[in-house]
């Protein structure tokens, strides 16, 4: 109950920061400062800089904004090719040429997310000014060491998000006078910058913290690697996995480990859990909906009624790419060639039936992991009813057949763990994981793989399909029979290749983390974004024509995002050039 308490805290407060010591965000992106009723003197106080301090997590939900969150469901997953946009072609059709590579500089989408990323930029600069020149006498210098090193491990959190979606974005620190600021062109590497935040976190943070959401030494050691990874530092990246894998421990002090449960690692009643390695935190019945997750409101199953969660809206659905993907062989291992997608190994499924139709589900061999991430007709979806087809899809001709089942409330949390006091129940506490255990294991796989050690990749990749191999664990019926066909095989042959290796590794990241926003910037990162994304985008466009027919990914433009046209007006084009191909 304590844990509990902590996280509804800690979460609420989040809000209440954010509300009560920020104006609202002005045109610029630089442009977040205190309100005229609270001086640098007030804000300096340890109360003070500890409420700015939470407020600067706040950024980190997406403050309202659809697209703002670091779920990052839509700039991660559906670029990925892991879902489409989903509903239909009207609702939020901003995202309709996002999911086609369509997108323009004067795309919402995109201005969103720009913009709630750089208002947590200027939360941290404050505080970490703030700091530095309090004089109050009860701010120690320990505190100041402690806020300094959130505050920058935030920062970098921040800047690295910000890299990965722009890649050529201004730097602009805690020592810039505004005037300067508006000033920083975005053609610097950024990447020493967000290294350093992340290594004097990781130095500096305790390994404990007394609220479970707030990042600890370990999660900025997880993030310091991630960085590191993505520039290829792959050796720098290995030391630090290796020692989050053997020493690393949650912010409440469990070590690190996957749960027995594949599923659990999705269930806000274990939220905080030995798997989360950093988390967004949100909390519900608080008395606003501003502390529920706001990013996933929108991803449930469509008119579920009383049968289902939420009853809204459809979006975020799965692609018939992915769940063809979890197809595996007779020994239980995944179709590494790319056969997975040929009619002899597609996964049947109702597309263009009505929920009436008599269905005849696959019978084939699956990984089980499938049914704990997508919801399909026949398979009972979570602990409501079995999923019924077609009518819990809003538009089955334009986004297909299958529901996002990641980031769904059961029904025995329903009211406690959810809130519906507004349009919908679909607020909910359920945290929005950004590095989980099972994710840093296939990064420091990776890593192993390009210094040769294919067997310890190998071990780590083994560590996470263990987990989804247990029984127990797989997605039941009523009577208790496996509700398909699931087979899950360890690699039990040694790798002696390193090119096998990575494309085993890499698909183990498609299948263990799919929809958790990772897939695009994985693919970009290892250089085979356009290759992937264009078969994902001519398979999945012959079957949704309205919705992906004809797109294409452009290499050396779809990888990034256009910078804003709203910004590059406002600081002018000498300052902010835009990216290439825009």
């Not at 530092?233 to 290796?242: E, I, N, P, S, V």
């Not at 263009?352 to 061999?365: E, R």
């Not at 466009?541 to 779809?558: I, M, Q, S, V, Y």
């Amino acid at each position: 109950m304590k844990n509990l308490t902590n996280k509804l805290t800690f979460a609420a407060t989040i809000a209440l920061a954010a509300n009560l010591l920020f104006s609202a965000c002005r045109e610029s992106f630089l442009d977040v400062e205190p309100t005229g009723a609270l001086t640098d003197q007030v804000l300096s106080s340890r109360k003070g800089l500890d409420g700015l301090l939470v407020g600067a997590y706040s950024p980190l939900t997406g403050r309202g904004l659809w697209y703002g969150g670091f779920g990052n469901w839509v700039h991660g997953s559906i670029r990925g090719g892991d879902a489409n946009k989903g509903t239909d072609a009207g609702d939020q059709a901003v995202a309709n040429p996002v999911q086609r590579f369509e997108t323009l500089p004067n795309n919402g989408v995109v201005a969103d997310k720009w913009r709630i990323t750089y208002e947590g930029v200027a939360r941290c600069n404050t505080l970490l000014r703030l700091t530095a020149a309090s004089t109050d006498p009860s701010v120690s210098d320990a505190d100041k060491l402690r806020i300094t090193a959130e505050a920058r491990f935030l920062r970098g959190l921040y800047y690295f998000e910000l890299v990965r979606i722009w890649k050529n974005v201004p730097y602009v620190d805690e020592n810039m006078t505004a005037d300067e600021a508006v000033k920083v062109p975005n053609t610097a590497d950024v990447y020493p910058k967000i290294e350093a935040d992340f290594e004097f976190a990781f130095n500096n943070l305790p390994e404990t913290q007394t609220a479970v959401g707030r990042a600890n030494k370990w999660a900025a050691g997880a993030f310091w690697a991630k960085a590191l990874l993505y520039q290829g530092k792959y050796g720098a990246a290995r030391t630090l996995f290796d020692d989050i894998i053997t020493r690393g421990s949650t912010a409440k002090g469990d070590k690190y480990g996957l749960m027995d449960n594949y599923s659990d690692v999705f269930n806000a009643s274990f939220d905080n859990n030995k798997e989360s390695v950093f988390a967004v935190q949100h909390a519900v019945n608080t008395g606003s909906t501003n502390n529920a997750s706001h990013e996933f409101v929108l991803n449930f199953p469509y008119n579920t009624g009383s049968d289902g969660p939420a009853g809204c809206c459809g979006f975020f659905q799965p692609s018939f790419d992915l769940v063809n993907s979890f197809r595996v062989d007779a020994n239980g291992l995944p179709l590494l060639d790319n056969s997975y997608n040929l009619p002899a190994n597609e996964v049947k499924s109702d597309f263009g039936l009505k929920s009436s139709d008599p269905f005849t589900p696959d019978a084939g061999p699956l990984d089980p992991r499938l049914d704990h991430s997508v919801g399909r007709r026949g398979i009972p979806y979570l602990d409501w009813i079995d999923h019924p087809g077609e009518a819990w899809i809003r538009d089955q001709s334009y986004a297909g057949p299958y529901s996002p089942k990641k980031y769904v409330f059961r029904k025995a949390t329903q009211d406690n763990l959810t809130d519906g006091s507004s349009w919908t129940r679909g607020w909910t506490s359920q945290n929005t994981v950004l590095i989980r255990f099972a994710d840093v294991l296939l990064m420091a796989a990776e890593c192993e793989i390009e210094a040769g050690s294919l067997e310890k990749a190998r071990e780590y990749v083994n560590l996470v399909r263990a987990r989804a191999a247990n029984p127990t664990t797989w997605v039941k019926r009523g009577d208790g029979s496996n509700a398909a066909n699931y087979v899950i095989g360890l690699y039990n042959t040694p790798w002696t290749s390193q090119d096998a290796a990575r494309t085993a590794v890499r698909f183990e990241r498609k299948l263990e983390l799919s929809g958790e926003g990772h897939r695009f910037f994985d693919l970009v990162r290892w250089g085979i974004a356009a290759t992937t994304i264009n078969a994902y985008l001519q398979f999945d466009g012959a079957r949704l024509t309205t919705a992906l027919g004809g797109a294409t990914f452009t290499a050396g433009k779809d990888e990034l995002y256009p910078i804003p046209q709203g910004q590059i007006d406002i600081h002018g084009a000498d300052v902010l050039k835009q990216n290439n191909g825009y």
